[in-house]
């Protein structure tokens, strides 16, 4: 029987397979899932929930910057959540850290490091590269869109996040399979809980997050 289940998140296959074989070698006996998308990734814990930690990467359909963060930290606040990415800029180390993450591997990692630094959030702590602890603090506005970002439902989330990418209310409706009645009332929602008064505004608050 496996001793942790980890679900890792990331649309290069390659690249799954690379974290599975190097999670593999360690001697924490792990259940391992995968998902390609946001999609796969809602999907797979709205079936089963019962997941010890999920390696997301920042960038990949449905994700871009830190919005897949912040939907699993305010959807799933007990399932803890390790950034796995190829950027290792210490500015989104600290921010990923600052909006709940508990830790931030980059993809340059040997396999040592990444089993030490599973192992270490699976105990409890939190890890990230010793660099990351020399820089300033993360800027108090992207905290407090952060926060704001996290009050949003995980469907306002996935609006927004199509907001982003430029689509109209009936293409939205048309992707969540909703009315675009009820995609106007989560825009309504959307604006209300991140104080602005657009949906303009919406998407400049919510790139902010990007930090990539």
């Not at 008064?197 to 919406?202: D, E, F, G, K, V």
């Amino acid at each position: 029987m496996a001793d942790a289940r980890i679900l890792i998140v990331d649309d290069h296959p390659l690249f799954r397979e690379a974290l599975r074989n190097a999670l593999g070698t360690a001697k924490t006996r792990l259940d391992i899932s995968e998902a390609g998308s946001l999609d796969a990734l809602i999907s797979h814990l709205a079936r089963d929930d019962s997941c010890d930690l999920v390696l997301l990467d920042l960038r990949m359909p449905g994700v871009q910057g830190l919005s897949g963060l912040i939907y699993l930290r305010s959807q799933y606040p007990n399932i803890p959540v390790v950034i796995v990415s190829a950027s290792e800029e210490p500015g989104i180390m600290r921010k990923s850290l600052h909006l709940g993450a508990s830790g931030f591997i980059p993809k340059s990692s040997g396999a040592a490091t990444i089993i030490e630094a599973v192992e270490t959030v699976l105990a409890g702590g939190v890890w990230a590269p010793p660099w990351t602890e020399s820089e300033p603090p993360a800027d108090s506005e992207a905290a407090t869109i952060a926060e704001r970002v996290a009050s949003l439902t995980a469907q306002q989330i996935r609006v927004l996040l199509m907001l982003k990418e430029g689509l109209l209310n009936k293409q939205i409706a048309h992707a969540l399979n909703v009315s675009e009645a009820t995609v106007k009332a989560h825009v309504s929602a959307i604006l209300l809980k991140l104080g602005v008064a657009s949906r303009t505004q919406a998407v400049i608050a919510a790139s902010k997050l990007e930090g990539l």
